[in-house]
């Protein structure tokens, strides 16, 4: 690990300050890097997106097949776009000036097989290690329908193999579902904040479930080290892997189809702004990458994190990345934010993503779980906290001045603009722990300050 600098010179940068102090702070990016030369700079090759794309189609009649709530999408797993004009209203209201422009909710909440985001990233891995082995034991060929999986003399190679990944929750889950379907032996170790329902749900899949004391990086580092004793044990590598951001990449074009369909126009004069929950960063990095690579400079990607685990607004200010966690400035990234509580950002994201992430918001737990009761009273949807992190972006892009006159939004570009809420899970969790969200939700809604 490198050398952190004295936190004294780190604090005398007062966003990093604020972000000690556990305080909300929005900061926007000074000047526009063109995309093209943000993707460029990435050094990550866009053909994986296209590769991702191509790979999920492949394997729509396995998953038709093996995973009955998405045979409305013969397979296909993506999730809805909703308008919502109410949640619009009703926050306009609340944060005394109305949003201009219109706002969007992106369902990955109401993803099929796992509930979450996690089901673009976490899904598309597996599907490349099992294609990869079954090609390498010639039982495969790379165009072929992945239904040919389900065959008993791949099943057989399969389960001589191993998937291993560390979690908070939501991507030991979605790995689990898929990778146990597929007949991997697979192992998920699991950090003391992930919830009880989604340890249950994985068992009683055949999944092993291994729970640690310590956090997020601890329960990844215990997964990396077990893979690594046994070669044949795939370990996915949340905090680096470039097969589970290609996999959150393909929603760039698929969203792009989407806005299509509703007549809605997104170019320089007609802005898209886009707020993603931000954990470890390769949801939201993976989403960015593919939505550059569609709407080019038309797009804003505004990731939000929680206030007590901002790892990706520290990483990129301070421009030490992983080598700083949120505790190195006296924070217990602690959350209630599921999928959110993470202490160090992902390599891959923070550094070679940095200029094309317009924005970085944080929000307090009290704040999204408001939104959630704003969310279930003004529109009856009903997601879980982190999911709601996102409705902390738009307001603040109208107070940044200078974020505003860089990028050329005058009020006719924002009159025009669309705003999406990416809500990035929910619909797994259990109706009785739901219940309780949305009643402690509203019961903050008076509580939280809003102006
Ligand atoms: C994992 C997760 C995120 C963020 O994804 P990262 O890749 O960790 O940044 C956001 N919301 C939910 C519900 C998640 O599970």
Known sequence: MTQIPDLEQLLSDPLVAALARAEETAWFSERPTPSAAGIEASGIDP???????????????????????????????????????????????????????????????????????????????????????????????????????????????????????????????SIGIVASELGFKTTVHMSMDARAWKKDLLRSRGVTVVEHEGNFSDAVAAGRRTAQEDPSVWFVDDEASLSLFAGYSAAGSRLAGQLASLEVTIDERHPLFVYLPCGVGGGPGGVTFGLKQVFGDAVHCIFVEPTHAPCMSLGVRTGLHDAISVADIG??????????????????????????????????????????????????????????????????????????TAFGLDDTALANATHIVWSTGGSMVPAAEMAGYVAEGQALIGEVPWR
Not at 377 to 390: K, L, N, R, T, W
Request: net charge negative; with cysteine; glycine share 10%.
């Open 47 to 173: 053909a994986i997106t296209d590769d991702a794309r191509a790979r999920f189609r492949r394997f729509a009649p396995w998953f038709a097949e093996c995973f009955p709530d998405t045979r409305a999408t013969h397979g296909i797993l993506e999730s809805p776009l909703t308008g919502i004009p109410d949640m619009q209203a009703e926050l306009g209201a609340r944060f005394g000036t109305d949003l201009p422009g219109k706002l969007w909710l992106k369902r990955d909440d109401a993803l099929p097989v796992s509930g979450s985001i996690k089901a673009r990233g976490g899904i598309h891995e597996v599907l490349q290690v099992a294609e990869r082995i079954a090609i390498e034991a010639g039982l495969m060929a790379e165009t072929d329908d992945a239904r040919v999986l389900m065959t008993p003399k791949v099943q057989a190679v399969l389960s001589e193999h191993g998937i291993a990944v560390g979690s908070t929750g939501n991507l030991g889950l």
């Open 331 to 404: 924070l217990d990234g602690l959350t209630a934010a599921d999928g959110l509580a993470v202490g160090r950002p992902s390599r891959l994201v923070g550094e070679h993503l940095q200029q094309m992430i317009d924005g970085y918001v944080t929000a307090t737990d009290e704040r999204m779980k408001a939104f959630v009761g704003l969310l279930h009273d003004s529109e009856g949807i009903d997601v879980e906290p982190s999911a709601a992190a996102g409705f902390a972006g738009p307001w603040r892009i109208l107070e940044d001045e200078i974020y505003r």
